[in-house]
């Protein structure tokens, strides 16, 4: 048996709130993973929808106070759905900066700056 990586980029596993949106749906659910070309998103069991290669706007409300939501493109690639619920792996189709800023925050100030 051969494992094949789907991903170019290094995911990181993590646990972020965040809503998809398509032109005519919205639901809510968990990041469960993330790379900077895209993530695996869950829904609840009875949130599927039926996004598969639409566009859609993978959306992360938790911003810095003051500072409007992050918004990243992305295409559904592929669908699971399981007891848990239905898992979603988006592709993200524009730019990967406000990706990077999620994976890569800036550093923590030390105490002698």
Known sequence: MTNVRLRQHPRFDTRLFAQLESDEQCTD??????????????TAP?????????????????????KAATRIPALVRNRHTGPDGTRYGLQFTG?????????MPEPIPSATD
């Open 46 to 66: 009875d949130q599927s929808l039926p996004l598969n290669g639409r566009p859609l706007t993978l959306v992360l409300p938790l911003a810095e106070p003051g």
């Open 29 to 42: 659910g968990l990041i469960l993973d993330i790379s900077a070309s895209g993530c695996q998103f869950r």
């Open 95 to 103: 730019s990967v900066d406000a990706v990077m800023k999620l994976l």
